[in-house]
């Protein structure tokens, strides 16, 4: 199976910008949806944006439409989150996950996870 690991969070102030990233890696090949996911605290894991195995199909939640952006390198087996703009609502643990199908909008078809990499955004 597919193991994830994340990277590139960290402390920013509200307006500045930061690239997550996470990289895959497993003994077996996976054609798989990736998301990215974030939970602040006090409230529940919410799926922020997802993208296709081709890459043709992206869906982002209305709250970082304009402002976040989803793409992958499957060469490099890594999946990135482009944050620009940031609020200080974005303060979150975000978490990279991947689906068992090569596209899917529902978070609930996401099962394999990532442990997060904190992202606080100051203001």
């Known amino acids: 199976q597919v193991q994830l690991l994340e990277s590139g969070g960290g402390l920013v102030q509200a307006g500045g910008s930061l690239r997550l990233s996470c990289a895959a890696s497993?003994?077996?090949?996976?054609?798989?949806?990736m998301g990215w996911f974030r939970q602040a605290s006090g409230k529940e894991r919410e799926l922020v944006t997802a993208?296709?195995?081709?890459?043709?199909?992206?869906y982002y939640t209305d709250s970082v439409k304009g402002r976040f952006t989803i793409s992958r390198d499957h060469a490099k087996d890594t999946v990135y989150l482009m944050m620009a703009r940031l609020k200080p609502e974005d303060t979150a643990i975000y978490y990279c996950?991947?689906?068992?199908?090569?596209?899917?909008?529902?978070?609930?078809?996401?099962?394999?996870w990532g442990q997060g990499t904190q992202v606080t955004v100051s203001s």
């Open positions: 996950a991947a689906a068992l199908t090569p596209w899917t909008m529902n978070g609930d078809d996401y099962e394999i």
């Open positions: 497993g003994r077996s090949a996976s054609s798989v949806a």
């Open positions: 993208i296709s195995w081709s890459g043709g199909n992206t």
